[in-house]
């Protein structure tokens, strides 16, 4: 059985910095694009940022020149380091990968279960 989970979410103050985690297990034999997406309360998950195996970072306007993602493929991990948080990134967070299973020639989505992300003083 797949699964992702995310973690290194928390309450931090406007200005200040997090790092999420999310690490992929189960039986895997390819992974290939790791993303992160977040929904705030009351609105529509949104895309944050994308990087692709090998591929080129991509972000929401929203997050351009604050957020980095990166990771590392032997640990099946992608990362979001978040700077300049703002009020409103507030939202639960959100990762998602596409995974090719020993067996299978399909690649299938996954979703983790989220980690909140509270930004206020």
């Known amino acids: 059985q797949v699964q992702l989970v995310e973690s290194g979410g928390g309450l931090v103050q406007p200005g200040g910095s997090l790092t999420l985690s999310c690490a992929a297990s189960g039986r895997i034999s390819s992974l290939y694009n790791m993303t992160w997406w977040r929904q705030a309360p009351g609105k529509q998950r949104e895309f944050v940022a994308a990087?692709?195996?090998?591929?080129?970072?991509k972000f929401a306007d929203t997050v351009k020149g604050r957020f980095a993602i990166s990771r590392d493929n032997a640990k099946k991990t992608v990362y979001l380091q978040m700077n300049g948080l703002k009020p409103e990134d507030t939202a639960v967070y959100y990762c998602?990968?596409?995974?090719?299973?020993?067996?299978?020639?399909?690649?299938?989505?996954?979703w983790g279960q989220g980690t909140q992300v509270t930004v206020s003083s």
């Open positions: 998602n990968a596409e995974i090719q299973v020993p067996g299978s020639y399909r690649v299938n989505d996954y």
């Open positions: 990087l692709p195996k090998g591929g080129i970072a």
